[in-house]
Structure formats: C-alpha cells, structure tokens
C-alpha cells in the first residue's frame, strides 16, 4: 500500500475501527480470543476491567491476584510470554506493564497500586518524526526476586533486577538493580536497611562510603540463596 493511499485511509476511517481493525489482524490463535481466562493460573483472580495489548503473551501463575484498571502492555507481535508473574502474587490498581523483552515477577511478590514497571521506550533520535509512531526500544530483562514489595506509586525503569525479599518505599523511582533483603526508597532509589540475616532484624546502613560499602558486602556474604530462601518462604 503506498503512502498517499495509507493518508487517504487515515482521513476517513474513524480512529476506533481502524484500532478494531487492528486488533483483529494481530489474532494468532484461541489465546487471543479467550483473553484473560487464557494467561490465568489456577484460582487466579483478574479483574475484568485489567487489559492486555496480548493477552497470549502474558503467564500468570496460580493464585494471582489482578486489581483493575491494571494494564500489561507488549511491544512486539512475536510468540511466547513477554510479562510472567509466578505464583501467589499480588498486583493492585492501575499498575502499567511496558516489556520489551521481557518482565519476570517472582512469587508472592507484593506490588501496590499505580506502579509503573517500564523495560522499554521509544527511540527520540529524530525529533521530526512523531515519538509515538517511532520504533520500541527494549531496555532488556526486569526481573524481581520471589516476595518483593514494590510501594504504591513506586517506578522502575530499565533492565533492572529487584533482589529476593527486597522492600522499595512507595513513590520510589528504582533505576539500578537492587540486592536481596534490603529496604530501598527515594528518587532515584537507594538502600537504606538491610535485612541482617542472623539476627532477623533490620540494621539501617552507615552514611560513610567505605563503611556503607563493607556492609553491604557482609550482607551479601551472610544471606540465603535464592532457592533456600524461598524454601524457608511461610505460606
């Protein structure tokens, strides 16, 4: 189809049927037509008023929990699942999902109300070409460890890791990767406590550098594997 036509069409077919339109040329299977009830784990709950761009690119394990107006958004027609959430986990109200290659959320993770989980983005190497209509961006894989708690209101941005146990204070902005068992806040995020393991408590991290540096270290040294703590996880 050449461009003065594609213009032509633009003009005079209204904007919502050239999107239904759409929609229906991106239909690869039963997947897409069952919507929600496809991506649904056992006794999963999604809300009816949560939506998908493809719903056969989106994994929810059992028992998770979709609040509504929640919205998981995939930048590519390909095959297979770009957002899997595992099993158990929350996700509340007005949440935006952006994956360009891939967002993974770990089980029982906890995460509350407008949070924005963005791994991809639009090129803005030309100005003088419309940003909407510019090609995605993947910032890479997003990935949260099992039981993390992400705060109402809270964005993370990029090809980030949250660690395992890890708690981010709401309206936080996360763009680095965060270690296991800490309490992290502020705009951009930082770690604030750490989880001290043998102790069970949390220890709030020295101000000085060098100090701060070497404690976090010890943490690292001290805490569970991934797979021991989830085993230690209480239902």
Request: glycine letters at 10%; a positive charge; aromatic letters at 8%.
């Amino acid at each position: 189809m050449n461009e003065s036509l594609r213009h032509w069409l633009r003009a005079i077919v209204p904007f919502p049927l050239r999107r239904a339109i759409a929609r229906l040329r991106s239909l690869r299977g039963l997947a897409d037509l069952t919507g929600r009830w496809s991506a649904a784990g056992l006794h999963a709950s999604i809300s009816r008023h949560a939506s998908a761009r493809l719903w056969r690119q989106v994994k929810l394990g059992t028992g998770v929990i979709i609040d509504p107006g929640t919205h998981f958004h995939t930048n590519d027609n390909g095959e297979g699942a770009r957002i899997v959430i595992e099993d158990g986990s929350f996700v509340g109200r007005h949440c935006f999902f952006s994956a360009g290659e891939f967002i993974h959320i770990g089980r029982q993770c906890n995460i509350g109300a407008a949070c924005q989980l963005l791994a991809a983005g639009h090129a803005y190497d030309d100005p003088t070409r419309p940003y909407v209509a510019a090609p995605v961006l993947s910032y890479g894989r997003m990935r949260l460890g099992p039981n993390t708690w992400i705060g109402v209101g809270s964005t993370l941005l990029g090809g980030i890791e949250v660690g395992y146990g890890t708690v981010v204070a709401a309206g936080s902005v996360v763009r680095q990767s965060l270690p296991p068992l800490c309490l992290a806040g502020g705009q951009p995020a930082q770690v604030l406590k750490v989880f001290d393991w043998p102790t069970r408590c949390w220890t709030r991290l020295p101000d000085d550098t060098p100090a701060r540096d070497a404690a976090l270290a010890h943490h690292l040294a001290t805490i569970p594997q991934e797979a021991d703590y989830v085993l230690q996880l209480k239902s």
